[in-house]
């Protein structure tokens, strides 16, 4: 009886040894770790306007336009910033047109953006002015509209409308 409370004994230290010996090598668990940042960016126009005025003398005026910094995109996207034809674009000439509403006089006008001339060829087209990514949108960007208009042959206020637009595109490759 000695013998097998004995045999019993070592048999039950034996395989508590190799209990502990699988205790010190537990197996690796993962653990996901995940944080969301929505998309979000701010328009810079300065002052707070949105008027590009044209000086008479010069006969040309420009604004700043772009994103603030701490803008945020998702990391696979770009943010594209483009300008339509405006509400008087002539299609024969392709050009850029104000319009004096009190004597219906049309003046032709170029555009650009960062001393570039820009022209979307169609009224209903427009014209991609830039595209960053997510970076750059972070950092923020900012370039210069820039209108240059042409002789007037009467008197009076002339004006178009331009509409900017910002839309999260996919990255340029």
Do not use: W
């Not at 190799?18 to 940042?37: G, I, L």
């Not at 590009?52 to 770009?78: F, H, R, Y």
């Not at 674009?89 to 006089?105: A, E, F, M, P, V």
């Not at 001339?117 to 209903?124: D, F, I, L, V």
């Amino acid at each position: 009886m000695k013998k097998i409370v004995t045999c019993i004994l070592i048999l039950t230290m034996i395989l508590s040894l190799t209990a502990s010996c699988f205790a010190e090598n537990p197996p690796s668990q993962n653990m996901d770790v995940e944080y969301e940042v929505a998309s979000s960016y701010v328009v810079y126009v300065p002052d707070g306007g949105n008027d590009l005025v044209v000086d008479p003398t010069t006969k040309s005026g420009e604004m700043d336009i772009g994103i603030k910094a701490g803008s945020t995109i998702p990391g696979d996207k770009a943010i594209q910033m483009s300008v339509n034809a405006g509400t008087h674009y002539d299609d024969i000439n392709k050009t850029y047109r104000l319009l004096n509403g009190s004597g219906g006089q049309l003046l032709s006008y170029a555009l650009s953006y960062k001393g570039e001339p820009k022209n979307p060829n169609s009224a209903a087209g427009k014209v991609i002015l830039e595209t960053v990514n997510a970076e750059s949108a972070f950092s923020g960007f900012q370039g210069k509209v820039g209108v240059t208009v042409g002789t007037a042959v009467a008197a009076g206020t002339y004006t178009d409308v331009l509409t900017f637009s910002f839309s999260i595109v996919d990255k340029p490759v």
